[in-house]
Structure formats: structure tokens, C-alpha cells
């Protein structure tokens, strides 16, 4: 279309160079009407063309640069949301890292209260030993004098003073047994499953002797020479010594058995068992509080205190746990 305007224009600029050579100046000033007329035509379609192109350009640019924004836009939403994650799983971790903190200073702080509960527990021990010890020597002390005065009263009674004699010697054997507990009992030396073992095998078969029970001690025949802490010593031996004295007091038992086994995980398994008359487990009043006093003793040292017995099938106490190692003391002896 443009092709044929510019043909039409030229054809009225040459006949307008014609008709003015001919002086034709009528046809020659109407024929440059008309060129005048499609020259500008062909402006205006060359202007809206190249405006059209400026235009169809500006909406192109301004496509691209809506592109690129939103391009920007979703560059700037992924790495905001990079950055989230990041944050979050820093926020997880540190809050992991907390509780973990916290929870190892919990743990620690139940060590440590642990701890001064099984020193409490075997200050109390040792001080209800050295108090029982005082008032049984201050008795003791005064039954001798008592019978010393009444024998010297009676020299001549030759059967009265035997008797005498006999009372005293056994009081006198009380007190030293009594005295040699209370210096193993605070005696750190004898902090080793060794000594435990073969002072309960000792008191164990002196107690039951001198009451006519026979009895059985199964203890391993090759015993570890590792260190124990004070507070398991004391918790193994005291719950053995109450056990045995009630069964000599309340079973009526003849015969009693006393069984401790050692795996290479250190847990043991302790158990003390007579042949008596056995009791309801449900109706312990009779000696509740030596029941009581034994079961405290494992709970503080966290272990397992079982008691088995039925009327007429005897008594049977277990004890269950893992050795407390002194591991100070064993890598002392190490060194």
C-alpha cells in the first residue's frame, strides 16, 4: 500500500514539472495539490509506522522488565525462604541443644542429691551403730559390774559364781563383736566386695552357730578385687544382718541359706532364705519396721528389694541391682 502511494505521489510531482514547463500553471499548481497531499500521506503512515514499531518496542521492554522483576520477585521469595529454613532448623537445633543442656544438668543434679541422700544415709548409719554401740556398752559395762559385785558377794557359791562367769564372758563377746563392726563399718579399707563378702560370711556363720541354725553360704569361690563405695557396703551388709536376725527371731527356722552371684556386667543378685514358718506378706506388724528399714535401704541405693514368703513355706528377701564401683579408689590401686 505504501509502494503504491509513492508511485501515485511522483506521478503528480512529474506532472506538475509538465504541465508548469507547458504553462499549465492551472493543472501544474492542482497536480502539486495533490502531491503535496499523498507526500504527506505517506508521512503520517511512515510516522505511525514508526510509532506503532516505538510502541510495540515499549510494550516489549516493559515486558521484559515485568519479567525480570518477577523473576527478581521469586529469586528474592526462594532465597527469603532458604533463609527461613536456615533460621528455623538453627532455632531446632539450638532448642535440641538446650534441652539436652538441661537435661544433662538435671541428671547431674540427681547425681549429686543422690549422692548426699547414700552420705546422709550411711552418716545415719554409722551414727545409730556408734549410738547403739554406746548404750549397749554403757549396759553392758554396768551388768558386768552387777555381776561381778554379786559374785564377789558369794564367793563360795561355786555354781553361782560359774553362772556369773558364763554371763559375763557372753556380754563381754557381745561387746567386742559389736566393736569390731563399728571399726569395719567406718573403716575404708575395707571398702572391696572381698571384705564384704567374708565379714557377712563371718557374722553370718558366728550368729547362726551360736542359735543352732544350720546353714549354707553360696558365694563365688574367686570374688573380683574391685573397690566399692562406702554407702553399698553398708546397704549389703545391714539389710543381711536384719534379715538374719529376724529370721532368728520371728521364723523358728533350723536351717538358712545365703546366696550371692556376681555376672561380668557387675549386677548381682543377693538373697537371704530360711526354712521357718513364713508369714502374710500382707500383715507385717509383728516386725514392720525392720521390713520398712530394709526396703528404704535398697530404694535409696537403687536397688531391687523382693520378699517371698507364705504361712508355713518360710522367708525368702531378694536384693537385685549393680555394684556401685568406687572408681576414684579402683584407679588409685590402678595406679
Not at 521469595?77 to 527461613?84: D, P
Request: aromatic share 8%.
Amino acid at each position: 500500500e505504501t509502494g503504491n502511494t509513492e508511485m501515485i505521489r511522483d506521478a503528480y510531482r512529474n506532472l506538475t514539472s509538465i504541465d508548469s514547463a507547458m504553462g499549465n500553471f492551472k493543472g501544474a499548481f492542482e497536480n502539486h495539490k495533490s502531491y503535496v497531499q499523498y507526500n504527506d500521506s505517506l508521512f503520517n503512515i511512515e510516522k505511525e509506522k514508526k510509532f506503532t514499531q516505538m510502541q510495540m518496542q515499549h510494550e516489549f521492554d516493559k515486558l521484559q522488565d515485568s519479567t525480570k522483576v518477577a523473576v527478581a520477585q521469586k529469586d528474592a521469595l526462594a532465597k527469603t525462604e532458604i533463609e527461613t529454613q536456615k533460621q528455623r532448623r538453627n532455632y531446632a537445633f539450638a532448642g535440641m541443644g538446650l534441652i539436652v543442656l538441661f537435661s544433662i544438668i538435671i541428671i547431674i543434679q540427681r547425681n549429686k542429691i543422690a549422692k548426699v541422700r547414700k552420705q546422709k544415709a550411711l552418716e545415719v548409719e554409722r551414727t545409730r551403730i556408734s549410738r547403739d554401740l554406746h548404750d549397749d556398752l554403757g549396759s553392758a559395762l554396768t551388768r558386768v559390774a552387777v555381776l561381778s559385785q554379786m559374785s564377789g558377794n558369794n564367793p563360795n557359791d561355786k555354781e553361782k559364781l560359774d553362772e556369773n562367769l558364763s554371763k559375763i564372758k557372753s556380754i563381754s563377746h557381745k561387746m567386742t563383736a559389736q566393736l569390731n563392726e563399728l571399726v569395719w563399718s567406718v573403716n575404708p579399707v575395707h571398702d572391696k566386695l572381698q571384705s564384704l563378702l567374708g565379714y557377712i560370711r563371718e557374722y553370718a556363720g558366728e550368729l547362726l552357730e551360736e542359735n543352732a541354725i544350720e546353714y549354707l553360704i553360696n558365694f563365688p569361690e574367686d570374688i573380683p578385687d574391685i573397690s566399692i563405695t562406702p554407702e553399698f557396703r553398708m546397704t549389703i551388709y545391714s539389710i543381711t544382718k536384719e534379715a538374719l536376725n529376724n529370721a532368728i527371731k520371728y521364723s523358728e527356722c533350723n536351717e538358712t541359706e545365703l546366696t550371692f552371684s556376681l555376672n561380668s556386667r557387675n549386677e548381682f543378685i543377693c538373697s537371704i532364705k530360711d526354712n521357718g514358718k513364713g508369714f502374710d506378706t500382707n500383715s507385717t506388724r509383728e516386725f514392720g519396721n525392720g521390713l520398712m528399714n530394709m526396703k528404704q535401704r535398697a530404694k535409696d541405693s537403687g536397688i531391687d528389694f523382693k520378699i517371698e514368703s507364705a504361712d508355713g513355706m518360710g522367708t525368702k528377701i531378694s536384693l537385685k541391682g549393680t555394684i556401685e564401683i568406687n572408681s576414684e579408689r579402683n584407679i588409685k590401686l590402678q595406679a
